[in-house]
């Protein structure tokens, strides 16, 4: 099983721009777009995507990859991502980034697939919310923390104490692998 908390705030913008899209099935899939203000992403695309990643289930990530791709040229700052017990594959383009806490480290994730074990904890997030938090930041909340919400809730408290939420949009994923539930 996959532990997972989503993160979805406006921060000071007037609307919430990017979007996160995700596919609770035997793996979990999930797409992550981050959409500047003046971006001419459209509903349409938006609607395409969100099709895309709720009828993947059945997909291997590849041919979801070269479906989705054509949709998300224009925005070049985007992630895919399915996850299972054992492994992680990403796809990601521009400022969207994935970190992995494994063995009380913290390591950027590649494209690829990597493989998990059990209590390994992952981040997705775009630059928005990773631009007010540095490594050991992310890593000692990742080790003190139960739960993918706590993790969330206490990076959101860091970033609070920086900036008061009032800056960009702010999208991120925490995830832990919970092997055997």
């Known amino acids: 099983m996959i532990e997972n908390y989503i993160l ?13 899209f995700v596919n609770y099935s035997s793996a979990l899939t ?8 003046e ?3 459209s509903v349409a695309d938006e609607a395409s995507v969100s099709a895309l990643v709720q009828g993947s289930s059945k997909l291997r990530f590849r041919d979801l ?9 224009n925005l070049k700052n985007y992630m895919l991502i399915r996850i299972d017990d054992k492994h992680i594959e990403i796809e990601r383009h521009g400022k969207v980034y994935a970190y992995i806490v494994q063995n009380g480290e ?3 994730l590649p494209n690829g697939m990597t493989s998990l074990e059990d209590e390994d ?4 997030c775009t630059w928005e919310f990773l631009r007010c938090l540095n490594d050991i930041a992310i890593l000692s909340d990742a080790v003190v923390s139960e739960s993918a919400e706590e993790w969330m809730d206490n990076m959101v408290c860091r970033i609070s104490d920086k900036n008061r939420l009032s800056e960009g949009n702010l999208t991120a994923v925490t995830m832990i692998v919970r092997s055997g539930d």
């Not at 904890?121 to 997705?124: F, G, L, T």
Request: charged share 20%; hydrophobic share 40%.
């Open 106 to 108: 913290l390591k950027m």
């Open 30 to 37: 999930m797409a992550i777009l981050y959409i500047p203000a």
């Open 39 to 41: 971006s001419d992403f």
């Open 121 to 124: 904890r992952v981040i997705c």
């Open 65 to 73: 990859s070269e479906s989705i791709y054509p949709i998300l040229t």
């Open 8 to 20: 979805m705030h406006k921060g000071g913008q007037e609307e919430y721009n990017d979007n996160v």
